[in-house]
């Protein structure tokens, strides 16, 4: 079978180009078909499996898929995630991943609201969703996801090959399937089969297309009226969006059959389940994927230090910085469930060996991560002294208080700096081993001295400088060049001292929950909400009011009325041509 | 002290229910330990298998427990190329000798012995200790190089999840994951430690179910919550827990 994958450009309208050798792509003209799902008397939590694959398996009429209004790529994370859900973890995703691009001062989860798939990220899709089909359908894995055993298994059997992959793709859709669709995937494996004579290489190369849909690869927001008019998300559409919010990963058996029954457009039981979600450990992934967004910490990937400056950074020393952040984070906010403001100012964190040099401490365990809490009298207090964050906001020789500066700025007090013009000269600052200018502060100092400068360094030096204290990979420091460094700093009137002194500031700063909260919203809603001054007053305001709870913040945006209006101009994409796929020739 | 744990030859594959089951196939000991039950299958004629106080031992027709010998050892201390055992040596162990004709049979070869050809488990040639009676086993460990060879009962078929695989743990078989920590269920709740998850489009396969424990799909097997152990040795699992077995 010759192997030649055409990819594709998704953009608005969704058009797929013509994919050939083990994606073959049919086109069937969407049909009204009765919705014929059962709903059983059973509850959610006692939904066992065999039912959740009926309701996986049900069909759903193209008419219950309501209008489109938006999409929104899967993260790679959320993709793992989703895998793993559905399969199980011993399934492996291989692949590289195309990034979805961040819009500026923005998310990443606005910019997937906006993402296209080039060619080539399509032929990785593709790729990666090749390997995962194979492992499905091999010899050891299919008794667990196919019961029926064709009647030849080197014949088509379309009876096997839908009950094999109906409950699949709804699962993998987020919702049932439409009759059309199905009946789209049962031809696929038909015309593979009589191929290939292999029963199993057919629903193979049917999973594969799956995996490339649109359908699968992008959250597809659909909405209908309310009772007012409004357009707002329907069920599944807010199935998916609680379930990446809250669990970074696809609608659960329990969450679909919900959104089946039309339990979450109802208020009071959209409420329920979200609390359950809430409370579920499951959460922590949740707060780990948004932080890792509003923390751009893709960055991570590209940081590199010079050896001969810093000889203690290392692979190691890179691949626990970010998960330390994290830790702490998720410490924090989850399972203490703490003030948001106390990310600001909290001595605890976690160091494994990697770390131990970096912030001189003893570290028991060998492997994995020890406890530890930070004396009173050190300056080491909240995220702004983590390693992570210094080393992120540093060159590859030498700190920068303006990158630090700047990053506080824009990330944790959503107030965005102006970026430099292109023709400023930086010798000065970068002259590190200039003597008469010994420390960062007195280089800044001289460069500032240009007016076309000062207007943007007096935003960020101020609070950066005092984070001086800890060099470009966060060890920690009380001079430079032999000289003693200063840390006094200042941050909205207040003058403090050094990075404890700065967290404190910020958690006092209202500025910090606003953003906080703004960004949970634009994360939820995965579009700026800027304009949108009514609501995000709203969520601030409700956030203070829970006395700064994460968790409550989370409870909110998932379930306010508001989040789950649809305004603005949705995209051209209709069901039907995400669905309408090209047959040439069917598999080759 | 040489340990053979190594499996029968696939050729030997059968399910295995459970332990007391075993008692009931062809070739396996009985309920009584004396009782001596021969089975060509895997290992020489004349050789058969005894239930030893961990897993189970090989013995002779006699019952007489047979001993492997650390081959490599006993060559470097006796010189490489020459015989073993002889002199004193064989006052002492007598070798359980293979017919001219005798043909590899499971992990058993024929070697060249002192006295002829000679029966090895592995590279380890196999002997019996003059002294000592059926049943006993009092030749174990002598001057480090003589072991009691373990008899390690075939791989059994697992009808299970994909990642689910049989590792033989002191004389019998557990169930572990495709990393090899082992599998267990508990009614501790200080024991239940990392579920064994499976997908939501997983369906249940033998024993095996998948139900919801409200965060995730979760492997049950006959109805029981399935975890992984995260002991420090893999195969072991926490107190109050029931290892799975095949």
Sequence with gaps: MSIRTAGAAIRNGLRVRRVQHSLAILAVPLAAIGFVAAHSAESASDLGPKTARARAAAVLSPAQLGQITGLRRLTESQYRNSIADVFGPDISVVGRFEPIVRPKHQLIATGAGESTISPAGLEQFDAIGRGIASQVFDAAHRDTFVKCKPADATKPDDACAREALAPIGGLLFRRPLTGAEQDAYVQMARVATAKSGDFYDGVQLALGAMLVSPNFLYIVESAAPDAQGNLTLDDYSRASRLSYLLWDTTPDPALLDAAARGQLTDPAKLAAIAKRMIASPRLEAGVRAFFADMLLFEKFDEVSKDPIVYPRFNPDVAKALPEQMLRMIADTLVTRGADYRELFTTRRTYVNRALGPIYNVPVQSRKGWDSYEFPADSDRAGLLSQAGFLALYSHSGRSSPTLRGRAIRELLLCQPVPDPPGNVNFAVVQDTNNMELRTARLRLSAHATDPVCASCHRITDPIGLTLEGFDGIGVYRKQENTADIDVKGSFEGSDYLGAAGLGKALAASPSSTECVASRMLEYATGRAVDSEATMLAEVAKGFAADQYRFRALMLRVATMPEAYRVGGKPPTASHASLSAQTRKGGAR | ?246
Excluded at chain 2, 136 to 159: H, K
Excluded at chain 2, 183 to 199: F, H, Q, V
Aim: with cysteine; charged share 15%; net charge positive.
């Design chain 2, 1 to 246: 002290m040489v340990r053979n744990l190594a499996a029968i030859s696939a050729v030997a594959l059968f399910a295995l229910v459970a332990g007391p089951a075993m008692a009931q196939a062809q070739g396996r000991p009985g309920q009584d330990s004396r009782e001596v039950v021969v089975n060509p299958d895997g290992y020489p004629e004349g050789v058969a298998f005894r239930k030893a106080k961990v897993g189970f031992r090989y013995v002779d027709a006699s019952g007489k427990t047979l001993y492997a010998l650390n081959s490599f050892e006993a060559r470097s201390r006796g010189g490489f190329g020459r015989p073993f055992c002889i002199g004193p040596c064989e006052q002492v162990w007598a070798p359980l000798t293979a017919p001219a004709d005798a043909k590899p049979v499971g992990r058993w070869k024929v070697m060249p012995g002192a006295k002829g050809p000679q029966w090895a488990y592995g590279n380890n040639l196999v002997f019996t200790y003059i002294a000592e009676q059926p049943g006993e086993t009092r030749g174990d460990g002598i001057e480090d190089i003589w072991s009691v060879a373990e008899y390690v009962p075939p791989v059994p078929q697992i009808a299970g999840p994909a990642g689910v695989k049989p590792v033989y743990v002191e004389g019998g078989y557990r169930l572990a994951n495709g990393a090899g920590h082992a599998l267990y269920s508990t009614k501790s709740r200080k024991a239940a430690g990392t579920p064994y998850l499976a997908g939501a489009a997983s369906l249940g396969v033998g024993d095996w179910t998948v139900a919801s424990n409200g965060n995730h799909m979760q492997w049950q097997y006959h109805g029981k919550p399935v975890f992984i152990s995260q002991e420090e040795k893999p195969t072991d699992v926490p107190a109050g827990a029931i290892a799975l077995v095949p």
